[in-house]
Every structure is written in C-alpha cells, then in structure tokens.
Nanobody, 112 residues
Framework: VQLVESGGGLVQPGGSLRLSCAAS????????MGWYRQAPGKERELVAV???????NYADSVKGRFTISRDNAKNTVYLQMNSLKPEDTAVYYC???????WGKGTLVTVSS
C-alpha cells in the first residue's frame, strides 16, 4: 500500500489549497479514506472522511470550509480547503480508514 500526498504549501489567510492523495496497492474504491492533520505540539486529529459510497463527515472546525472528494478512476482522494485560517497550519495526512496505512504527509502553512 502506498499513499502519496501533495498540494501543500504556504498560503495567506482566506486563501485556498487543494490537497491530493494518490493511492495504490489496494482496491481503492472499496475503502473509506480520511484526511487528518497534526499541528505543532498537538495530537493528530481527524479532518474529514469519505466512505466508499461517497458519504462524508467533517470535523466541526472545518465544516463549511473544507470539502473531501474522491475519484475512484484515478485512485485519488482530495481535500479542497477554502477560507484558510492560521489555525489550519499543520501537516496533513491521508489514511485508509480502519487500517494502519498512512501517507507521509504534506505541510500546509497559513500565514501572512
């Protein structure tokens, strides 16, 4: 199993980024996928989850600003992040839900 995140970077408050997670080594369409984040000095937390059928759930802190989606033809899960805030600064990881498979993460920094 391999999960490769991309799309992180430096963005100003109020800006947007789209993260991607390219998956391989398993039947992507059958499994739920999640995005997590870990800010400096804090524990890793769940950001958003998408089920195999497309149902989604979000942390309260990102509801209305972030959107998780998946493209089963491309074996990729996305996280569209809008109206970014400094407190969104973190390393963002994708995960195959209900497994121990994690990506290595991509850094998002929200700062002016």
């Amino acid at each position: 199993v391999q999960l490769v995140e991309s799309g992180g970077g430096l963005v100003q408050p109020g800006g947007s980024l789209r993260l991607s997670c390219a998956a391989s080594g398993f039947t992507f369409s059958n499994l739920a996928m999640g995005w997590y984040r870990q800010a400096p000095g804090k524990e890793r937390e769940l950001v958003a989850v998408i089920g195999s059928g497309g149902t989604t759930n979000y942390a309260d802190s990102v509801k209305g600003r972030f959107t998780i989606s998946r493209d089963n033809a491309k074996n990729t899960v996305y996280l569209q992040m809008n109206s970014l805030k400094p407190e969104d600064t973190a390393v963002y990881y994708c995960k195959v839900q209900y497994t121990y498979y994690w990506g290595k993460g991509t850094l998002v920094t929200v700062s002016s």
